[in-house]
């Protein structure tokens, strides 16, 4: 019957994931244009593989609108991502064929911007732009895999051609289409397609521009000269497609970037994991624990001065329960870990339903840090009812703790990175404004949250203990090698980090590669895999302490499970070294103080997975022998 009720289950979390990548919500309704009818095109930012610094579009000396730069207002999201969505000068009208339009009059720039745009296109940066909330996108054919075609989010800004630096001045706009009704019209898709023309290459008369030479082979590029100063003509033009996609469908685009056969050999994978932890956690809980407990409740019941000669985990039954050192800072992390665990569950959840699409520009990390905020509260109750429990005396230190703990690491790290990010004027630098709303928000919301649910945590009644304990503590004995505190969670942390690795990968490219990351059912189906493999290897590793006659399980519980953090930063290390081509010292400060900031928070949840798993455990196995 429990055999029917898994594959049940089974079939239900493949079912959602399904769902969570076929279906999702586009966060608009769809914009109907008529023929004739002006769109803009909004520049969003620059960034690059190379540098992992963005920029903002006018960050460079383009062209400009004749009304202005406007910028859009930002999300909390965004202005963290780095967006500066601001108008352009490239106007366009709705079936309106443009062969060749100048953006603006020839500019003479001087050495020192011509030098600014070599160096930009040396350290290949592409440029973002967005029509009807649609990003710009290159088109491509893989070579290895023939009639392949694949897209490149935005465009490159130049290349280099001959060792010179070459910049993209001619835009080529392929809108495609699609007819809702009649005369009504929906932008379904958007291609840049780049090229670089020589000024002396085309004739300008009136604002309308004309190649020279039919052949584009013909045409010289025009190189950016850094030995002078030069002239640069930015021309574009534009090619409407009519499309059969619909406007539900026209983000399929980006989000079919990534093999999805690769993310099911991930589930298979993990699921193996699983299926063999469950089968060790079984043969201890079925048949070990069941056979000592028998034994122990018959020595008991014949002759209770015979259970002073057995070895095993009921002699520590007077200390198993004695509070750890430092029981303040355990629950603190404990409590951040429930708090960053609540968060990411409601946001995988919300995401698999749909409500965080890319066409919501920063709505997945607004509403991460909206949604750490205020689970707080479960944070705080949790962390107090535990601090209650380990006899802890000064509630509001252990509330104040609990609630700024994370905060405070994340904060240090982010504000330090973001000297560098200022002194290169980067995008990505988070203005004053934006850091005093991160302090209100953590003020107003988290820090009462934390502190009165902690409060109301301390005043509920501690959590109840099968046995006592003795006022005098056990001597622990020698443990064997692989139960000495760093080798148990070196073994420990090899399977977490197993059942994740694969979708790891996808997640540091969608981070560090500018690419879509929006497989969140896959993403869903192998965080609960990762919580069930936390949760059995740390009570594994926990019964085999305790068998060892060692009952300092309190703070190995948190770091068994969480040990999968430290293969989490090697790995990183190897993805940095071997996928990324990362340029000069900022960059790679940037790379791993965000890596470190990430390992921390995935030691924090599954350090708090691990910890009640265990405590689950250990009270239940106690709770069930026959103690004097």
């Not at 009270?619 to 103690?627: D, E, F, L």
Request: hydrophobic share 45%; net charge neutral.
């Amino acid at each position: 019957m429990e055999r029917y009720t898994c594959l049940r289950i089974c079939a239900v979390l493949l079912a959602l994931v399904h769902l969570a990548n076929s279906f999702y919500l586009p966060g608009v309704a769809p914009t109907e244009y008529q023929k004739d009818q002006e769109i803009d095109i909004k520049a969003v930012k620059m960034t690059s593989v190379k540098t992992q610094i963005p920029y903002e579009y006018y960050s460079l000396s383009f062209c400009k609108p004749s009304g202005g730069v406007r910028y859009r207002s930002e999300n909390l999201g965004e202005v963290l991502r780095g967006d500066r969505i601001s108008n352009t000068p490239y106007i366009l009208k709705v079936l309106e064929r443009v062969p060749c339009h100048t953006v603006c009059r020839a500019i003479v720039y001087p050495k020192e911007e011509m030098e600014l745009f070599a160096k930009r296109i040396q350290q290949d940066y592409s440029v973002h732009m967005l029509v009807d909330n649609l990003p710009a996108a290159t088109k491509f054919v893989r070579f290895d895999k023939p009639a392949v075609v694949q897209y490149e989010h935005g465009f490159k800004l130049g290349h280099m051609e001959g060792g010179k630096p070459v910049i993209h001045n001619h835009l080529n706009f392929v809108i495609k289409f699609h007819e809702a009704t009649a005369e009504h019209y929906r932008i379904v898709g958007f291609e840049v397609q780049p090229f670089s023309i020589a000024e002396s290459h085309l004739t300008i008369e009136n604002d309308v521009c004309a190649f020279k030479s039919k052949s584009k082979k013909d045409i010289a590029a025009q190189v950016v000269d850094v030995s002078q100063e030069g002239k640069i003509q930015f021309s574009y033009s534009v090619v409407w497609e009519q499309s059969d996609i619909k406007w539900a469908s026209r983000w399929d685009t980006y989000l079919a970037m990534s093999d999805g056969q690769i993310h099911w050999f991930a589930i298979v994978n993990s699921l193996t994991i699983v299926l063999f932890l469950s089968g060790i956690v079984a043969v201890i809980l079925v048949r070990t624990l069941r056979r000592d407990i028998a034994r122990y409740n018959q020595m008991d019941e014949e002759d209770p001065d015979d259970a002073v000669e057995e070895t095993g985990w009921k002699l520590v039954h007077g200390d198993v329960f004695r509070p750890p050192q430092h029981a303040r800072m355990l629950c603190a992390i404990v409590g951040s870990g429930i708090q960053i665990l609540c968060m990411v569950v409601i946001t995988l959840v919300l995401a698999c339903l749909g409500m965080l699409s890319p066409a919501s520009r920063g709505a997945l990390m607004s509403s991460a840090i909206f949604l750490y905020a205020f689970m707080g509260l479960f944070a705080g109750y949790f962390a107090g009812r535990l601090y209650r429990t380990l006899k802890g005396q000064d509630w509001y230190q252990g509330g104040v703790l609990t609630a700024s703990l994370f905060p405070a690491i994340v904060a240090s790290v982010c504000f330090s990175l973001n000297f560098f990010l200022w002194a290169k004027q980067s995008s990505a630098a988070v203005p004053f404004t934006t850091m005093l709303a991160l302090l209100f928000l953590w003020a107003g919301v988290s820090l009462p949250l934390v502190t009165g649910g902690f409060y109301f945590g301390y005043r509920k009644q501690a959590y109840d203990h099968p046995v006592r304990t003795n006022q005098i503590p056990r001597q622990v004995p020698e443990q064997v090698w692989y139960m000495q505190p760093v080798a148990s969670v070196l073994l420990a942390g090899i399977l977490p980090f197993c059942a994740v690795f694969i979708e790891l990968f996808f997640i540091l490219t969608a981070i560090w590669e500018d690419q879509f990351y929006y497989l969140f059912g896959f993403l869903f189906l192998v965080f609960i895999i990762l919580v069930i493999v936390c949760s059995e290897i740390t009570v594994v590793m926990v019964y085999f302490m305790l068998c060892g006659e060692n009952y300092h399980w309190w703070w190995r519980s948190l770091f068994l499970s969480s040990g999968s953090a430290l293969y989490v930063f090697v790995y990183s290390l190897y993805y940095f070294t071997s996928k990324l081509e990362v340029e000069g010292f900022v960059p790679t400060l940037l790379y791993f103080g965000y890596t470190l900031l990430i390992c921390f928070t995935f030691w924090l949840f599954t350090s708090s997975i691990g910890f009640f798993s265990c405590y689950w455990f250990v009270r239940n196995i106690y709770g069930a022998v026959k103690i004097d």
